[in-house]
């Protein structure tokens, strides 16, 4: 195992304790729950505190704080990854969109201006064709 798995089981681990100890602690005191009862088929159960069999009053919660601590991964997830895509998604694709048009409009108007412009090119290419040879001095021959 690399340290670096090891660092993130151990701290994972951590967690998991920390939010059983916090959902214990939430659910052995929480406040106004004296009347706090669940009825199942008819059976009513007293919720409202610690029931004192400790294991029972741990286990309660540790699912409470297991049950926090998902609720945390999962919004940490959704602002960590969904919000970052959807915004690169909606923002960014229409962008990128607007830039490909941007270029071909920019190689559509190239394209047109070099065929309009193609025969004044072509004779500024003849003339400066022509004043370049003119100043060019005559090339030496050597005879033998």
């Given at each position: 195992m690399t340290r670096t798995t090891r660092v993130f089981a151990l701290s994972a681990l951590a967690m998991f304790v920390l939010a059983a100890i916090a959902g214990w602690w939430l659910f052995s005191h929480m406040p106004g729950a004296e009347a706090l009862t669940l009825r199942i088929d008819g059976e009513t159960f007293d919720v409202s505190g610690p029931s004192g069999f400790w294991p029972a009053d741990l286990l309660g919660?540790?699912?409470a704080g297991a049950?926090?601590?998902?609720?945390?991964?999962?919004?940490?997830?959704?602002?960590l990854v969904v919000v970052p895509l959807s915004l690169l998604?909606?923002?960014?694709?229409?962008?990128l969109v607007l830039a490909a048009l941007s270029a071909l409009a920019v190689a559509v108007v190239g394209l047109v201006m070099a065929t309009a412009l193609s025969p004044l090119l072509l004779?500024?290419?003849g003339i400066w064709w022509i004043a370049r040879s003119r100043r060019r001095p005559p090339s030496t021959t050597i005879a033998r």
């Open positions: 919660g540790a699912i049950v926090g601590l998902a609720i945390g991964a999962t919004a940490l997830v959704v602002v998604i909606g923002l960014g694709a229409p962008l004779l500024g290419l």
